[in-house]
């Protein structure tokens, strides 16, 4: 049975995890490549089934629609693929 410390260590790993997803974006597409949509995680980052799946919805619901609102990126869902937008070297500058 998981502990409330457990449950909250997971709980902040996600939204860690969620918290950055914009940034590191942003810091992936500096090569100019497009990328694949799924969420961006550290090596050292773990999350549970649960709270993957969690991330991959707020990605794809949240996370990439508000860039792309933003002209930070382009969000493809047929390709599923995310590249640079009209405004990304202007993000980039302040980044």
């Given at each position: 049975m998981?502990?409330?410390s457990q449950a909250i260590g997971r709980n902040e790993r996600l939204e860690t995890a969620l918290r950055e997803q914009p940034r590191r974006v942003?810091?992936?597409l500096?090569?100019?490549e497009?990328?694949?949509a799924t969420p961006l995680l550290r090596d050292d980052e773990t999350l549970s089934?649960?709270?993957y799946v969690t991330l991959v919805y707020e990605f794809h619901h949240v996370v990439l629609p508000e860039l792309a609102a933003a002209g930070l990126v382009r969000?493809?869902?047929l390709e599923d693929e995310v590249r640079?937008?009209?405004q990304?070297?202007?993000a980039l500058a302040a980044f």
């Open positions: 998981e502990t409330r942003i810091a992936a500096v090569d100019d497009p990328l694949d089934s649960e709270g969000f493809d869902r640079r937008g009209e990304f070297e202007a």
